[in-house]
């Protein structure tokens, strides 16, 4: 052999041999336990078996030819329409749909061709001619190679037709980009095999230059598969990063299931065991409807519960496909405090701070309401002013802590015997205010009036640091709408008949 001829060896056949050994072996021990990573790895190793075919039959004289074409290259060749079905049916998760009996068999059914192939070797061996062409040995094509070479090419094409139902039904972008990236493989591979192997290249290329387009198919194979890994939590490049968040992270099945939870999660959630439950465990069924619906989750702002304590959380989604089952990855922030505190500020905003009861902006603007609607509905309200006397000596002879004492013994009385039956506040210092609304009779205003004193008679004393502090009070009503139609007025003629009681 010349050194030309030597070159020309090397590139045709070693340097595809050795890229496919290297590429079929990173396929398969990115990950052996995968099915898909097992067929991506079998049609490269296919494709390096007509690749060393081509070598042996470059290095034996021509007679040998045809029965390598018949008994190698054809057999191994037989074999790549049936792996690919398989790994692309596997990998789009239609093989889930399929009947048990008839997966993954169906794929292989033209193994059944071998047989025949080795009986008939003769006949078939007798119907290859090859032809000496510069250094190769090339086959004559007849009207059966065209026939079968076109036959394979249609099924490619229907490689496109699986990945195109998968990337319709694939819910992550990145899976659709894995998607986009083996539709591309395939296409290219199908353009190349309608150039090279209907178009004569006479000594430049080698026979069967269509083969090549296995190292395209088996890059597109490396290329998705690696991407493929990268979106699965079980690589621990991922896992790291999964269990290292501060925030609480949970991956969570289309169905509500908990898949996975990083130890932010479980510290968050503690009392629930996070790998035996769904979002409903959590509370979070309005959030597990957004997800079976694929909806957008931003920022959303939700509770859930941790067991029997309630947990405010804002919530971010995204979608992913893991093992190729569609996934959604929450991450959780914990906004209890903050919502505490603001819960606190918006009812500090109306609420008198020490005796809790409603303030004198929220009394006015629920009393603006009430009168609206009394006016509408042609009722009556009644508006009964309860003053604590003395209020300001109380603080100078005990202190201002007894006057909070006083004043909250006071709130205590009032909402107590008020109840539901109105809406007592405080207005200022020691005075507060009840609406009674609507009043359905004087005699019924009245009668909470004499009960309310009642109730302030047996308990107008409490004990302040072991000494009784006597408290005295005074109550004025006014009604809506004889007495006045503005709360300010209302107010004011109760004030006027103030009485004092104890």
């Known amino acids: 052999m010349l050194i030309p001829e030597a070159v020309m060896f090397m590139l045709a056949y070693i340097v595809p041999i050795c890229f496919l050994v290297h590429i079929g072996l990173e396929v398969l021990l990115r990950n052996p336990k995968k099915t898909e990573h097992r067929l991506a790895s079998l049609i490269t190793a296919c494709y390096l078996l007509l690749f060393v075919e081509e070598s042996v039959r470059f290095l034996l004289p021509i007679e040998y030819s045809a029965g390598l074409s018949v008994l190698w290259f054809s057999c191994v060749g037989l074999a790549i329409p049936g792996l690919g079905f398989h790994f692309l049916t596997k990998f789009a998760g239609f093989d889930k749909r399929m009947p048990k009996l008839l997966y993954p068999y169906i794929f292989y059914i033209p ?14 061996a007798a119907a290859q001619q090859f032809v000496q062409r510069g250094i190769w040995k090339w086959p004559v094509y007849n009207a059966a190679y065209y026939w079968t070479f076109s036959l394979s090419i249609l099924f490619s094409a229907m490689y496109l037709i699986i990945l195109f139902k998968g990337r319709v039904q694939a ?82 099945e289309l169905s509500g299931r908990i898949r996975e939870a990083n130890p932010a999660a479980r510290q968050l959630f503690n009392d629930v065991h996070l790998a035996r439950s769904g979002l409903e465990n959590l509370g979070g069924e309005e959030l597990q409807g957004l997800i079976q619906g694929k909806q957008e989750i931003r920022s959303m702002e939700i509770t859930l519960y941790n067991r029997d304590k309630r947990v405010d959380v804002l919530i971010d989604g995204d979608y992913v496909s ?58 009556m309200l009644a508006v009964i002013v309860v003053n604590l006397e003395h209020f300001k000596e109380l603080n100078d002879r005990y202190g201002y802590e007894a006057g909070d004492e006083a004043l909250k013994h006071m709130a205590f009385i009032i909402t107590e015997t008020v109840g539901s039956m109105g809406m007592a506040a405080r207005l200022s210092g020691g005075k ?60 004011k003629e109760a004030d006027k008949v103030l009485r004092r009681i104890g």
């Open 322 to 379: 893991l093992s190729n089952v569609p996934h959604v990855i929450l991450i959780i922030r914990d906004i209890t405090l903050q919502k505490a505190h603001q819960e606190q500020i918006a009812f500090l905003a109306y609420h008198d701070s020490l005796t809790q009861l409603p303030n004198r902006r929220l009394f006015y603007d629920r009393l603006e309401e009430a009168t609206g609607k009394a006016i509408l509905r042609n009722q």
């Open 171 to 252: 819910s992550a972008p990145e899976q659709r980009s894995i998607y986009n990236l083996l539709f591309t493989g395939i296409f290219l591979v199908i353009a190349w095999h309608v150039v090279s192997g209907f178009i004569s290249f006479g000594e430049v290329l080698p026979p069967y230059t269509y083969i090549y387009g296995g190292l395209i198919w088996s890059s597109t194979l490396f290329l998705a598969m690696r991407n493929y890994d990268f979106l699965d939590f079980n690589h621990k490049r991922y896992e790291k990063l999964f269990n290292l968040n501060p925030s609480p992270i949970l991956l969570v």
């Open 111 to 124: 193994f059944l061709l071998l047989p025949l192939i080795f009986l008939d070797y003769q006949d078939l």
């Open 432 to 491: 507060f205010v009840i609406l009674i609304e609507p009043v359905p009779s004087v005699a019924y205003v009245e009668e909470t009036m004499r009960h309310l004193h009642s109730r302030f008679v047996s308990q107008s004393s409490f004990d302040y640091e072991e000494e009784p502090v006597q408290v005295q009070l005074s109550m004025g009503v006014s009604y809506f709408p004889s007495d006045g139609l503005e709360g300010s007025t209302l107010i």
